[in-house]
């Protein structure tokens, strides 16, 4: 089983979430397509906003996977970006990623001149490190299995190179010594060629794995002579952060030599001295619209190193694009659905919610990339498709926008939508702060079309059955409710500048669900967050009616525990809901139990958004409630800033209006 961790991740999400939701989410994940290719050479066709240093019409060589794919047109980021120098062809520098990962490997090992370094496995990354040590002044004794690889390393300035006999050719190579350092760049699950880099290393000697190998170890001889062993991280420093491959902040040069980019650009400076040639590896080349027969090529196990995919010589440009799909039937009629963004969550519950919905047809979705729009419309019948969410916002063969990209494009595509006439529903949040909330109340109340947000809780089954058995009850409630939010990576986009953190992700549904639940709405707000933690914290909500919320969200739970709990407390009434599966309702002594299948309002939500807008009824959320609960939302950040109560500007006039409504 090659990833355990992730099947007890989905086995912990069956057994809270049930099957059928989990069976969604996963084959959600699974349908994704992946574009291919992550190393190009091309010309600028358009510049973004904050980049400098380059102009249209600059040959650059370009890194990253899902950016520098094998298409006409990519949008890459600046840091993973560089100019190719004079009198290198765009065959070599479309080599820059290899090269880039195979400087890094010969960085962690540190070679220094004359050194006698061996390279296990002479494929692409194994035969670039071979010239890269050359470069370096380095002595290489090369290995691999394939005679033609051995003569290739041979050809490429290996002092030695061999297909067998690994162990007696590197105590010759060293003179007895054994190897000064080793650089794995095999790829096989097997532990042995690390073993084997042990055993042909010096006392004090360096292994660096490149490559995916198997890192199962036998400690004696790494013990005796106390070897260092390493791994080196793709292309260098900056890979795997978003701060850098994505917001593009750099590493300041005195403290960080060698990033990707910087490994990328000295990779193509060795190019122009004619120190490397990466082109000597081409063993096949095809125009892309015969790229199928290049990986059918790998599939039948041709002979093959180096595949080049080139392509037409035309001046494309990156314009947004709107694609009609050619339909067998006509597209239905009805309220017409639009979708911008088509992540995991719009996947897996929006759209199966709209198409238990009657009455409504897939008109258009816009995604971030192509080859994700396409399948969209391919796999589920949207009549048009394309990477322009103006198209989806502004179109007039859209009614009905659903809004479900990362969370700091909500308002404005709100705004757009709502200008534009068009009922929205806006995954949640609503805005990220007071000035874009403002905006939107702006254009919603200038509109006559419905908006709605994400807030599903308020329409769960046992919500409103909760609500029902504490009607009966006078005055105020005080109410609890516990998330076992689970931990997510520091790194992870939520909690980045386009998510906006978990409390303005997420905290928000559950303040909207004790806003149904009392029927009032918050005044005042205070938080505490544990040290050090800003999603490990204790909320406390005043409401208008004088009723109370504790809100405890924490990251620092197991998942294994539930991940929602509610009690409320009212005149001689208690009601808890354990994860929308249970409810039980405790009146004068005796017990009712409520059990069901998990339902947390989705598809009620989203029937009752597509009723509204056909003009079957009003919107699921009051504007006014929408906002207070936004507020309240930001509020939280402000108290757990200051350490003080923050009272909300406008609640007691927007709760008297509600109240007497």
């Known amino acids: 089983m090659a990833r355990p961790d992730l099947v007890r991740r989905v086995i912990r999400n069956a057994r809270r979430d049930g099957l059928q939701p989990t069976f969604e989410k996963v084959f959600a994940k699974l349908d994704t397509p992946i574009p291919l290719g992550y190393s190009l050479a091309g010309e600028v066709v358009e510049i973004g906003h904050g980049v400098s240093g380059l102009a249209v019409g600059d040959r650059v060589a370009c890194a990253g996977a899902g950016m520098a794919n094998h298409a006409e047109i990519n949008a890459v980021p600046k840091n993973l970006t560089v100019r190719i120098p004079d009198g290198v062809g765009d065959e070599d520098a479309s080599f820059v990623t290899l090269g880039a990962i195979a400087l890094q490997g010969v960085r962690q090992a540190a070679p220094t001149l004359g050194e006698g370094i061996v390279v296990m496995g002479l494929g692409l990354i194994g035969l670039l490190t071979v010239q890269l040590l050359k470069a370096n002044g380095c002595r290489v004794l090369g290995f691999d299995p394939n005679p033609e690889r051995v003569a290739l390393a041979r050809a490429l300035g290996a002092d030695t190179a061999i297909s067998d006999g690994l162990r007696e050719a590197a105590l010759g190579f060293s003179a007895g010594y054994g190897a000064d350092g080793v650089i794995v760049t095999a790829s096989t699950k097997s532990s042995e060629p690390l073993n084997l880099a042990a055993e042909i290393s010096r006392t004090k000697g360096r292994i660096v794995v490149v490559g995916l190998v198997g890192m199962t170890i036998d400690r004696e001889p790494f013990y005796k002579r106390e070897l260092e062993l390493k791994l080196s991280m793709s292309y260098g420093p900056g890979r795997h952060d978003p701060a850098y491959e994505l917001a593009g902040n750099d590493y300041p040069l005195p403290y960080v030599r060698w990033t990707e980019q910087r490994n990328m650009f000295a990779f193509l400076g060795l190019i122009a001295d004619g120190r490397v040639t990466p082109s000597r590896l081409v063993t096949h080349r095809f125009p892309i619209h015969a790229a199928e027969q290049a990986y059918a090529a790998m599939e039948r196990g041709d002979a093959h190193l180096a595949m080049l995919l080139s392509y037409p010589g035309s001046k494309a440009r990156n314009e947004p694009s709107v694609i009609t799909r050619p339909l067998k039937r006509p597209v239905r009629s009805g309220l017409r659905i639009g979708f911008v963004?088509?992540?995991?969550?719009?996947?897996?519950?929006?759209?199966?919610?709209?198409?238990?919905?009657?009455?409504?047809?897939?008109?258009?979705?816009?995604?971030?990339?192509?080859?994700?729009?396409?399948?969209?419309?391919?796999?589920?019948?949207?009549?048009?498709?394309?990477?322009?969410?103006?198209?989806?916002?502004?179109?007039?063969?859209?009614?009905?926008?659903?809004?479900?990209?990362?969370?700091?494009?909500?308002?404005?595509?709100?705004?757009?939508?709502?200008?534009?006439?068009?009922?929205?529903?806006?995954?949640?949040?609503?805005?990220?702060?007071?000035?874009?909330?403002?905006?939107?109340?702006?254009?919603?109340?200038?509109?006559?079309?419905?908006?709605?947000?994400?807030?599903?809780?308020?329409?769960?089954?046992?919500?409103?059955?909760?609500?029902?058995?504490?009607?009966?009850?006078?005055?105020?409630?005080?109410?609890?409710?516990?998330?076992?939010?689970?931990?997510?990576?520091?790194?992870?986009?939520?909690?980045?500048?386009?998510?906006?953190?978990?409390?303005?992700?997420?905290?928000?549904?559950?303040?909207?669900?004790?806003?149904?639940?009392?029927?009032?709405?918050?005044?005042?707000?205070?938080?505490?967050?544990?040290?050090?933690?800003?999603d490990a914290v204790s909320i406390l909500i005043r409401f208008a009616n004088g009723s109370t919320g504790a809100i405890v969200y924490s990251s620092l739970g197991d998942p294994a525990v539930s991940k929602e709990q509610i009690e409320v407390f009212a005149a001689g009434c208690v009601v808890q809901i354990d994860d929308f599966f249970r409810m039980i309702v405790t009146k004068a002594g005796r017990q009712t139990v409520t059990k069901a299948s998990q339902d947390k309002g989705q598809v009620s939500l989203v029937k009752a958004f597509l009723d509204a807008a056909k003009g079957k009824g009003a919107a699921p959320i009051p504007l006014v409630e929408l906002e207070a609960v936004t507020r309240a939302t930001f509020a939280i950040q402000d108290a757990l800033r200051t350490g003080a109560v923050v009272v909300l500007s406008g609640a007691d006039a927007a709760a008297e209006a509600v109240e007497h409504a």
């Open 341 to 534: 963004g088509f992540g995991n969550y719009a996947k897996g519950v929006l759209l199966p919610a709209v198409k238990k919905c009657s009455g409504v047809s897939l008109a258009a979705v816009a995604t971030s990339t192509g080859i994700s729009a396409g399948h969209a419309g391919s796999k589920h019948g949207f009549h048009t498709v394309g990477t322009d969410p103006a198209a989806i916002t502004r179109g007039e063969d859209v009614d009905a926008v659903f809004i479900a990209t990362r969370h700091n494009s909500h308002a404005r595509y709100v705004i757009d939508a709502l200008n534009a006439g068009k009922h929205v529903f806006c995954e949640k949040p609503l805005a990220m702060d007071d000035e874009q909330l403002d905006a939107v109340l702006a254009a919603a109340r200038a509109s006559t079309a419905v908006l709605t947000v994400g807030f599903n809780r308020r329409m769960a089954p046992l919500l409103l059955q909760a609500k029902a058995a504490l009607s009966p009850c006078s005055g105020p409630v005080v109410m609890l409710y516990r998330v076992n939010a689970g931990a997510i990576p520091g790194d992870s986009w939520i909690q980045r500048e386009e998510g906006g953190g978990r409390i303005v992700g997420e905290v928000c549904h559950f303040i909207d669900a004790m806003v149904a639940l009392n029927g009032s709405l918050p005044l005042e707000v205070s938080a505490v967050a544990a040290r050090g933690l800003d």
